[in-house]
Nanobody, 125 residues
Framework: VQLQASGGGLVQPGGSLRLSCAAS????????AAWFRQAPGNEREPVSS????????YYSDSVKGRFTISKDNVKNMVYLQMNSLKPEDTAVYYC???????????????????WGQGTLVTVSS
């Protein structure tokens, strides 16, 4: 399984970006997915997760109401729409997937089997 994250870049505070994660070697309808991020000097932290069907989503308190995760099981893609970006959102963003088999602890890295390489998001004026 390979995950390719893209869509990062430099954006001004208040702006928007959409991250994409392309999966190959896996059928995403059988996987839950998530985005994590790691800011300079910080531990990697969970941002958002979505179940295998795409019908249930989870968000960290810091992004709730601003970010939206979605999944296209036909195109084998996971997205993260990020609006109202703040400087504290600056980080490398990673996508990850885990094989669905029941409830999972969406914020725990150990739940995820495959990780993308990360894409850098910089929010600055």
């Amino acid at each position: 399984v390979q995950l390719q994250a893209s869509g990062g870049g430099l954006v001004q505070p208040g702006g928007s970006l959409r991250l994409s994660c392309a999966a190959s070697g896996a059928t995403l309808e059988n996987y839950f997915a998530a985005w994590f991020r790691q800011a300079p000097g910080n531990e990697r932290e969970p941002v958002s997760s979505i179940n295998s069907s795409g019908g249930r989503t989870y968000y960290s308190d810091s992004v709730k109401g601003r970010f939206t995760i979605s999944k296209d099981n036909v195109k084998n893609m996971v997205y993260l729409q990020m609006n109202s970006l703040k400087p504290e959102d600056t980080a490398v963003y990673y996508c990850a997937i885990g094989h669905a088999g029941g409830p999972w602890l969406w914020g725990m890295e150990a739940e995820y089997e495959s990780w993308g390489q990360g894409t850098l998001v910089t929010v600055s004026s």
